[in-house]
């Protein structure tokens, strides 16, 4: 069994900054894709970025691209989302999700776990 607990989550301003970090339970961190996902109230879990299981390739949403990091230690059993010139609509519920694939992917429905959550609130 996998678990996943996120971390990091705020109320930050408008051009500012946060990283999120997940860490995974289980021995499975290291063979498996991870990926970011966000949920807005009222609304769908969107994509936001995937890392593959060695952390050689990284994948973005376009509403983040250039503002968001992804990346990984294998050691800590931990991906981080770095977060930075944050806008009031990045706004959401953000989730980590492990995929058991050497590569990442944009679907919900092709993750096998999830985290609970941590909220993010950006200011106006």
């Known amino acids: 069994q996998v678990q996943l607990v996120e971390s990091g989550g705020g109320l930050v301003q408008a051009g500012g900054s946060l990283r999120l970090s997940c860490a995974a339970s289980g021995r499975t961190f290291s063979n498996a894709a991870m990926g970011w996902f966000r949920q807005a109230p009222g609304k769908e879990r969107d994509f936001v970025a995937a890392i593959s299981r060695t952390g050689g390739s990284t994948y973005y949403a376009d509403s983040v691209k250039g503002r968001f990091t992804v990346s990984r230690d294998n050691v800590k059993n931990t991906v981080y989302l770095q977060m930075n010139s944050l806008k009031p609509e990045d706004t959401a519920v953000y989730y980590c999700?492990?995929?058991?694939?050497?590569?990442?992917?944009?679907?919900?429905?092709?993750?096998?776990?999830w985290g609970q959550g941590t909220q993010v609130t950006v200011s106006s």
């Open positions: 999700a492990l995929r058991s694939r050497s590569l990442g992917s944009k679907f919900v429905k092709d993750y096998d776990y």
